[in-house]
């Protein structure tokens, strides 16, 4: 299997709920079988009918009703939240966040797992090991438990707050990835990408059109150094690609040697963006549920002010790492790949034109986005300072077109963490 195909899988496989319940499936035929084959024996449970035959019949009936209403509503409220999510916060969280979150499956495995186990002990009543009926009773008690968990769980999952704070997460772990050189500590020289000259090969996308969501970069990099070549992927993770777009330009001695069909395994294509080597991504989702706050029909400031407040997490970080300027060497220093990614300006563009735009007409936002220019430009060097002073630049234009007292367009350009209520500082 390829190493595109893996991924895929992979990354599928990480948003889905349905593969909690395979799992308890796998562990319920172990745990069943090995009880049954050594006839273990760990005592009755205590409180059920003293351990008769009905007493059996019912613990198990109590714990099969309580799983299936248990699983019935733990979908159910899924189904809900994600409705309510994609409404007013926006779609792209579903598979970045909600499919993702290992309470929600683990606790659907529970339920499964003591469904399942109630099953198997009530069908051989007669014949079952003592052990497996105290760990029906066990199961019963543990889901009831579970089940509070889980809904106090999805009402703080549910909260703006947390739903862009997990995001950030998610973002801060891309750029690690991404970028793992610190601006400070980088010293590799660039060669420029115009004075390679044309390309000896090019190889196009040969399948039905896809977004790219990942790249083996390593595998990519190792290639072109067996062949002696420099190898190009043309678009960035996050382009989408149509059947017969260029996908690599292939330069130096070795081109014509590199095998299409491994070039191709090395891109992952799905049929929307994903978080993990995406690192606009997070970016994209935050900004997004930021200008649906904005909206008219939502008019709810306050969680664009929350967003940002994530989205000056991300930007700072980002600003000081060495975005690498879309090359790859090798050990002997020779150029071996390159990758085309987000630069400063890129970052800086999907972090405030959107909300800028929509959200410029409200004090709390065009404060709160000062603040964050304020506090970044503190702890970032000067060349990328002159993006974030363009940004608020065209900030302090907005206000004069937008608001019509003088004492307002004062109050727009005063650095406020909050967006309001926060600027009178010592």
Request: glycine content about 6%.
């Given at each position: 299997?390829?190493?595109?195909?893996?991924?895929?899988?992979?990354?599928?496989?990480?948003?889905?709920?349905?593969?909690?319940?395979?799992?308890?499936?796998?562990?319920?035929?172990?745990?069943?079988?090995?009880?049954?084959?050594?006839?273990?024996?760990?005592?009755?449970?205590?409180?059920?009918?003293?351990?008769?035959?009905?007493?059996?019949?019912?613990?198990?009936?109590?714990?099969?009703?309580?799983?299936?209403?248990?699983?019935?509503?733990?979908?159910?409220?899924?189904?809900?939240?994600?409705?309510?999510?994609?409404?007013?916060?926006?779609?792209?969280?579903?598979?970045?966040?909600?499919?993702?979150?290992?309470?929600?499956?683990?606790?659907?495995?529970?339920?499964?797992?003591?469904?399942?186990?109630?099953?198997?002990?009530?069908?051989?009543?007669?014949?079952?090991?003592?052990?497996?009926?105290?760990?029906?009773?066990?199961?019963?008690?543990?889901?009831?438990?579970?089940?509070?968990?889980?809904?106090?769980?999805?009402?703080?999952?549910?909260?703006?707050?947390?739903?862009?704070?997990?995001?950030?997460?998610?973002?801060?772990?891309?750029?690690?990835?991404?970028?793992?050189?610190?601006?400070?500590?980088?010293?590799?020289?660039?060669?420029?990408?115009?004075?390679?000259?044309?390309?000896?090969?090019?190889?196009?996308?040969g399948h039905s059109s896809a977004i790219i969501i990942a790249v083996n970069t390593d595998a990519l990099a190792a290639e072109a150094k067996r062949a002696d070549a420099i190898i190009e992927?043309?678009?960035?993770?996050?382009?989408?690609?149509?059947?017969?777009?260029?996908?690599?330009?292939?330069r130096g001695r070795g081109a014509a040697r590199i095998d299409e069909r491994f070039l191709r395994n090395q891109v992952a294509f799905g049929r929307e963006r994903t978080i993990e080597q995406d690192s606009t991504f997070a970016f994209r989702v935050i900004v997004d549920i930021a200008i649906k706050a904005l909206s008219p029909a939502i008019n709810d400031p306050t969680t664009a002010v929350i967003s940002i407040d994530q989205l000056q997490r991300l930007l700072r970080t980002v600003g000081s790492r060495d975005l690498r300027d879309d090359q790859i060497f090798d050990s002997e220093g020779q150029l071996r790949l390159i990758f085309h990614t987000p630069n400063w300006q890129d970052f800086v563009d999907v972090t405030f034109s959107e909300i800028r735009m929509y959200g410029a007409g409200n004090l709390q936002v065009i404060r709160r986005l000062r603040a964050m220019i304020d506090s970044i430009s503190h702890s970032l060097p000067e060349r990328r300072v002159s993006a974030l002073q363009k940004e608020l630049d065209l900030l302090e234009r907005a206000s004069d077109e937008l608001y019509r007292f003088q004492e307002d367009i004062e109050r727009s350009r005063v650095s406020d963490p909050q967006g309001l209520g926060g600027a009178s500082r010592p």
């Amino acid at each position: 299997m390829s190493w595109s195909r893996r991924y895929a899988i992979q990354s599928y496989l990480l948003s889905t709920v349905w593969i909690a319940p395979v799992l308890a499936l796998v562990l319920e035929q172990l745990t069943f079988r090995i009880g049954y084959a050594y006839q273990l024996d760990l005592g009755w449970f205590p409180g059920f009918a003293g351990g008769t035959r009905d007493g059996t019949i019912a613990i198990a009936d109590y714990v099969i009703s309580s799983s299936i209403a248990f699983i019935v509503f733990t979908f159910s409220s899924l189904i809900v939240a994600m409705q309510v999510a994609s409404g007013q916060l926006t779609s792209r969280i579903i598979a970045t966040a909600l499919l993702r979150d290992n309470a929600i499956r683990g606790s659907v495995a529970v339920f499964v797992y003591a469904l399942l186990i109630a099953v198997a002990v009530k069908t051989r009543v007669d014949t079952i090991p003592r052990s497996l009926v105290s760990m029906t009773g066990i199961l019963g008690l543990l889901s009831v438990l579970v089940f509070m968990f889980l809904i106090d769980h999805a009402a703080r999952f549910l909260r703006p707050v947390n739903i862009v704070w997990r995001i950030a997460q998610q973002g801060l772990r891309v750029i690690d990835d991404v970028y793992p050189i610190l601006l400070a500590v980088s010293s590799t020289a660039a060669q420029k990408t115009e004075n390679l000259g044309p390309p000896e090969r090019e190889i196009q996308h040969g399948h039905s059109s896809a977004i790219i969501i990942a790249v083996n970069t390593d595998a990519l990099a190792a290639e072109a150094k067996r062949a002696d070549a420099i190898i190009e992927l043309v678009p960035r993770v996050g382009d989408f690609v149509a059947k017969n777009d260029l996908l690599f330009q292939l330069r130096g001695r070795g081109a014509a040697r590199i095998d299409e069909r491994f070039l191709r395994n090395q891109v992952a294509f799905g049929r929307e963006r994903t978080i993990e080597q995406d690192s606009t991504f997070a970016f994209r989702v935050i900004v997004d549920i930021a200008i649906k706050a904005l909206s008219p029909a939502i008019n709810d400031p306050t969680t664009a002010v929350i967003s940002i407040d994530q989205l000056q997490r991300l930007l700072r970080t980002v600003g000081s790492r060495d975005l690498r300027d879309d090359q790859i060497f090798d050990s002997e220093g020779q150029l071996r790949l390159i990758f085309h990614t987000p630069n400063w300006q890129d970052f800086v563009d999907v972090t405030f034109s959107e909300i800028r735009m929509y959200g410029a007409g409200n004090l709390q936002v065009i404060r709160r986005l000062r603040a964050m220019i304020d506090s970044i430009s503190h702890s970032l060097p000067e060349r990328r300072v002159s993006a974030l002073q363009k940004e608020l630049d065209l900030l302090e234009r907005a206000s004069d077109e937008l608001y019509r007292f003088q004492e307002d367009i004062e109050r727009s350009r005063v650095s406020d963490p909050q967006g309001l209520g926060g600027a009178s500082r010592p």
